[in-house]
């Protein structure tokens, strides 16, 4: 098929499928295409057939309110988003709450003895 | 920071990038999105899925990624149907690869069709073509699946769908073209073959 004959057969095509759509007449346009070198009456049939198969499919209420309810709870879109941040942001968070807990644990063990140990030893030391 | 003093009673006047502004902060505003594109995407993910329980859990899967990537979502001018159909076909091209074993069809809606139509005979014919021609499609690559449903199903324009597919109008309309003589080469082997018949174990 030459490369013309290919981009006529390719508008003939889509114009069929689009007038199908529109609820127009299709076999006007057929009988204006060369169906010999197009297959055109062969692919207007199976064009004929998707559009029939080919229709919306409707969601289920309670699946459709569900999901709904689970997208627009607050908490959980917050865990969402938290979820998806790069990876690097988790990396970070994850140290800060390392380094935190170390801190909050050092102070708990050492905080009121630490400073007086100091000033003890800084006595004790000769100059 | 989540903006709350943002949040609006109505987003019915907004169109979808001002919404989509909104939706970084502001959870009803996504709702907002949610509400005008979830039949499209269920559509698109039943069709190429075939069963109603997978349809609906990766239908859920598409939204729940589109609301945890929409604070990084960038308008580069295309449509944000595209976004959310680009999200649509990945979930669903790994959801393929996952399964061992692939559906044919989906039945139940066809069943349901059948159930409404006064002819038996005539209607267990069409369910058969139909049941073909579906077949058909589901053994088409991918990308071919996804022109055929945004082309019948969403009825987008050759140049919505390409950008959807990254894809020029014409090239585009190429695939269509080669899809179609796919499906007719498909069609005729399976006409063929069931042509084709055996008395006593002799082919006739």
New interface residues.
Partial sequence: MSSQT?LN???A??AI?RNL?AGDDVDNLLTQTDAAST?AG??AD??R???A????????RD??DE??A?????EQ?MV??V??MPARVHVAAILALIAGCLLFIMRRLFGSDAPQEIQEEAVATPL | MRNFFARRDSYDDLDDSELVALAKADNQAFGELYSRYLKKIYSYVYRRTGNTHDAEDLTAKVFMRALAHIGAYEDRGLPFQAWLYRIAHNIVANWRRDQSKHKIIALDDYVARSLQSEAPERLAQESEETTQLMAAVRRLPEDRQQLLLLKFIEQMPNAEIGAIMGRTEGAVKSLYHRTLLALRDDLRLLSDSASERYIDGTKV
């Fill in positions: 290919e057969a390719q508008d095509l889509d499928t759509q297959d062969e692919l199976i064009i057939r998707l559009h198969v080919l229709t919306p499919a409707e969601p289920s699946f459709a999901l709904r689970d997208l627009l709870d607050d879109g969402l988003r979820r998806q």
